[in-house]
């Protein structure tokens, strides 16, 4: 079977949830000095910078909508983050963030998909060449609902909660990752394509070179092709779904 002709080609480019995904969840962080790496985020984002992917923030901020903190503050808070994230060589290729509360009504917070079309038409990103990282239900259904190639639940910060609220299975033993068995994806929109311990897991994943356990709560032999459904970054694929 050729793997590169069956799975989605990803990713060109991976939308990251902020809080619980890339730093710690502070809540209703505005100081910059409250700005923490998580354990293994810079690792796994220096890895997909290296493989060519483009970094994208996309982070609901309704303190600003409730008036807990402001644009300016949620912007210093940004600043350190990308300060942080250069010391090891990453960059932000932009950040989308939605200020409203829960009852504005906005197309912007997720899981709605207004942040994804801002970006995807701000930088020409291909839904099938993009993936997303983040540890809420909301990030899941906002990479899902979109049609993204591969959406990721971490299990930082929300990550344990949002894997019990789902009811998706979760990495065990010495896997980092977990996916779920794919006729039981197929039923599951709510589901990500995969759960990891951490953002160091989810990029193992996304290029191809996790340690991978799969299938749903009861275990579930691979499929007969023994090819295991994550796909393995391929930038020259990205760039021909592109053209
Ligand atoms: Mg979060």
């Given at each position: 079977m050729n793997r590169a002709s069956t799975t989605t080609a990803i990713p060109g480019a991976v939308?990251?949830?902020?809080?619980?995904?890339?730093?710690?969840?502070?809540?209703?962080?505005?100081?910059?000095?409250?700005?923490?790496?998580?354990?293994?985020?810079?690792?796994g984002?220096?890895a997909l910078t290296a493989a060519g992917a483009?970094?994208?923030?996309?982070?609901?901020?309704?303190?600003?909508?409730?008036?807990?903190?402001?644009?300016?503050?949620?912007?210093?808070?940004?600043?350190?983050?990308?300060?942080?994230?250069?010391?090891?060589?990453?960059?932000?290729?932009?950040?989308?963030?939605?200020?409203?509360?829960?009852?504005?009504?906005?197309?912007?917070?997720?899981?709605?998909?207004?942040?994804?079309?801002?970006?995807?038409?701000?930088?020409?990103?291909?839904?099938a060449a993009t993936a997303?990282v983040?540890?809420?239900?909301?990030?899941?259904?906002?990479?899902?609902?979109?049609?993204?190639g591969r959406?990721v639940?971490?299990?930082?910060?929300?990550?344990?909660?949002?894997?019990?609220?789902?009811?998706?299975?979760?990495?065990?033993?010495?896997?980092a990752v977990?996916e779920?068995?794919?006729?039981?994806?197929?039923?599951?929109?709510?589901?990500?394509h995969a759960?990891a311990?951490?953002?160091a897991a989810a990029a193992e994943w996304l290029l191809g070179a996790a340690a991978v356990?799969q299938?749903?709560?009861?275990?579930?032999?691979p499929d007969?092709t023994g090819v295991s459904s994550s796909a393995s970054f391929s930038p020259d694929i990205t760039r021909s779904e592109?053209?």
């Open positions: 939308l990251l949830d902020r809080d619980g995904t890339v730093i710690e969840d502070r809540h209703y962080l505005s100081d910059p000095s409250g700005v923490t790496l998580l354990p293994g985020a810079a690792r984002l220096a483009r970094l994208f923030l996309v982070t609901n901020q309704s303190g600003i909508g409730r008036g807990y903190f402001t644009e300016a503050d949620l912007h210093a808070c940004n600043a350190r983050l990308g300060e942080l994230l250069g010391e090891h060589g990453v960059a932000l290729a932009d950040t989308a963030f939605c200020p409203h509360g829960p009852d504005d009504g906005c197309s912007c917070r997720k899981p709605a998909p207004g942040m994804w079309l801002a970006l995807r038409d701000r930088h020409g990103l291909c839904a997303m983040g540890d809420k239900p909301e990030d899941v259904s906002f990479g899902r609902n979109a049609g993204l959406v639940l971490v299990l930082t910060g929300k990550g344990q909660a949002a894997a019990r609220t789902l009811g998706v299975p979760v990495p065990e033993g010495d896997a977990r779920p068995a794919p006729a039981e994806l197929a039923t599951r929109p709510d589901w990500p759960v311990r951490d953002l356990g299938g749903g709560n009861a275990a579930v032999a007969a592109l053209s």
